[in-house]
């Protein structure tokens, strides 16, 4: 963020209340989604799709099946 945007001084208060509502929304900490990321970042033995959380990639695995 710019030091001259209007949000500046509220950007501490901004991340704090991203991160409140992503903690709600995913039930999974964000440093979890960053650590998958790095991982596939750096992995040696690069897959095809990465998901996080498991839970979700569950699900998304369900809806293919049915053809959604």
Known sequence: ?????YF?????EIR????MLWNFIEMKPYNSIIKKYI???EDKNVKHRYTAPAWQSVGV???RIFGK
């Not at 704090?16 to 991160?19: G, P, Q």
């Open 1 to 5: 963020m710019q030091e001259k945007s």
């Open 61 to 63: 695995q369900i809806l």
């Open 8 to 12: 500046a001084n509220q950007e501490n």
């Open 39 to 41: 991982k596939a970042v």
């Open 16 to 19: 704090k209340n991203e991160e």
